[in-house]
């Protein structure tokens, strides 16, 4: 972080906060055309970017790193036989702890109470609430963890 790091707003679409929410230096947002963006109460840390082409909801109480990034579209098309379909959206359910440098990637679903080690790709639905995730690709490393 630098201290002339500025936040940038690229907003096509929809960024909506329904309450308090902190915005670190040099972090980015980029809603596109027709997206939705929607945060709860808590906060993100500096150099943070946010593509969002489709749909992101991040919960109440949710802590966000520095460093990361959510990219919710790939701007490409891969075609290849028996490949599955994945939904867009990125949802995240209510404090969630994102460690630093973390991707978060299009069709992922972390649940409630989530923690995500620093350094991760999640690109998958999770349905377990409160484990610890992590890795590339990501994955349960541990059960019924809490955070504060």
């Given at each position: 972080m ?8 690229n907003?096509a ?5 329904k309450?308090?929410?902190s ?5 980015r ?14 906060y993100?840390?500096a ?12 919960g ?10 959510f ?5 490409h ?5 028996g490949?599955?379909q994945?939904?867009?959206?990125i949802l ?33 639905q ?7 995730i ?14 504060r």
């Amino acid at each position: 972080m630098h201290r002339k790091d500025i936040t940038n707003l690229n907003v096509a679409g929809k960024l909506n906060f329904k309450s308090y929410y902190s915005i670190g230096k040099g972090c980015r947002f980029d809603i596109g055309k027709g997206a939705v963006a929607t945060f709860g109460k808590g906060y993100v840390n500096a150099n943070t970017n946010f593509v969002i082409m489709h749909r992101l909801d991040v919960g109440d109480g949710c802590a966000i790193s520095w460093g990361c990034e959510f990219l919710d579209d790939d701007f490409h098309h891969l075609s290849y036989e028996g490949k599955k379909q994945k939904d867009h959206s990125i949802l995240i359910g209510d404090n969630v702890w994102i460690g630093s440098n973390t991707k978060i990637l299009r069709g992922t679903l972390l649940p409630e109470g989530s923690v995500v080690a620093a350094g991760s790709v999640v690109a998958s639905q999770f349905d377990k609430p409160r484990c610890l995730i992590g890795g590339i690709p990501a994955r349960v490393l541990k059960e019924n963890v809490t955070w504060r």
